[in-house]
């Protein structure tokens, strides 16, 4: 921990010079039209007193983009439009993919970039890793760059070489200014969709870990810039807990970001640590 804030949400609010980021990360879920469904339903739910204080994403599959960013504009919906990843190339002959300009194009501010389902399944590398935050950053937009161990390498004791080797790459790849903005998601790959969230305390460990690695290779900026979330089985109940870490500015939501009025409780939660109780 690196302040002498307060762990449990309630007490204090929260005090950060980053407002914290909750991301819906749907994956292969949901088509256009009840794409339009959830986000106008999340959208009459959105309080502006969580708004004010917290930024949400809500990253649906490509075929969706264009029909939740006319709704969002139209309706000016306090919600950013996100993608769940992109090809590292700008054009080419690359059968099924999507490239960063396309998104951009779209109005997408993030992009998640090196899911461990990307990784594990699709069989990007660190090297597409790095090249794919390249393309998100020539487009303007923001990358949420995802790490995190397997189950055995946790057991192995290896978490943080696991991390240090993902970011070590990444980083690599980002000015110091663009690591200063950069979002970075821990997501431990035996947390996700197992019901099973790390522990608030776990998480936090990551998370300053990783703050620190940034520090270390970008400078203080952008060891105090960097906004680090949490995902992995996130849920309306312990989604306070892991915004109460002084290191932990959001969180990466899958399975409970599908249905609008349980993401709205996860944003809720997360604006309760950043208000005073009363509020
Ligand atoms: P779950 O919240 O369903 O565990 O998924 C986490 C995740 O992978 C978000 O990117």
Partial sequence: MTSA???KAGARPKRSTRKPLVSANWKMHHDHTVALHTVRDLGMRLRPEDTGLVEVSVHPPFTDLRTVQVLVEGESLPIALGAQHCHAEDEGAFTGEVSAPMLARLGVRYVIVGHSERRTLFGMTDELVAATL???????????????????????????????????????????????SLVVAYEPIWAIGTGRAASAVDAADAASFIRLTVAERG?????????????????????????????????????????????????????????????
């Fill in 5 to 7: 804030e307060p762990t």
């Fill in 134 to 180: 390249r393309a998100v950053h020539r487009h303007a937009m923001q990358p949420i760059l995802c790490v995190g161990e397997s189950a055995q390498e946790r057991d192995a004791g290896k978490t943080e070489s696991r991390l240090a080797a993902q970011l070590e790459s990444a980083l690599g790849a980002l000015a110091p200014e663009q690591m200063a």
């Fill in 219 to 279: 400078g203080p900026a952008a060891g105090e810039g960097v906004r680090v979330q949490y995902g992995g089985s996130v849920n309306p109940e312990n989604a306070a807990d892991f915004l109460a870490e002084p290191d932990i500015d959001g969180l990466l939501v899958g399975g409970a970001s599908l249905q609008a009025p349980g993401f709205a409780e996860v944003i809720r939660a997360v604006g309760s640590c950043y208000r005073s109780p009363a509020t």
